[in-house]
């Protein structure tokens, strides 16, 4: 549900709802719309978005390993993971 203040028409803020969240792709959280003559100040804010991380695993884009089949879990199991290695590890190789 969209928070509204201000002095607009009601019908009138419903349209600026449906005009920003269809710009910006995003649901909206509050909006304040202000009218002064023929002008509207426009102040709002949008829900916040959960971050999602992806990696680049065994050559794809992915969040989750969930929808794999067992093929590509197995790949990802058996690939090298590389480190830098310790000090003593380094010095063995000089």
Same mark, same amino acid.
């Given at each position: 549900?969209?928070?509204?203040?201000?002095?607009? %028409?009601?019908?009138?803020?419903?349209?600026?709802?449906?005009?920003?969240?269809?710009?910006?792709?995003?649901?909206?959280?509050?909006?304040?719309?202000?009218? %002064?003559?023929?002008?509207?100040?426009?102040?709002?804010?949008?829900?916040?978005?959960?971050?999602?991380?992806?990696?680049?695993?065994?050559?794809?884009?992915?969040?989750?390993?969930?929808?794999?089949?067992?093929?590509?879990?197995?790949?990802?199991?058996?690939?090298?993971?590389?480190?830098?290695?310790?000090?003593?590890?380094?010095?063995?190789?000089?």
């Amino acid at each position: 549900m969209v928070t509204i203040t201000g002095n607009a %028409d009601p019908k009138e803020a419903q349209a600026y709802v449906e005009y920003l969240e269809n710009k910006y792709n995003r649901k909206l959280q509050t909006l304040d719309v202000n009218i %002064d003559g023929e002008y509207a100040d426009l102040n709002y804010s949008f829900t916040n978005v959960p971050f999602e991380r992806i990696r680049r695993i065994t050559g794809y884009l992915v969040g989750t390993m969930d929808q794999w089949n067992d093929a590509k879990t197995a790949e990802e199991a058996d690939r090298v993971k590389h480190t830098l290695g310790t000090e003593g590890e380094m010095e063995q190789l000089s």
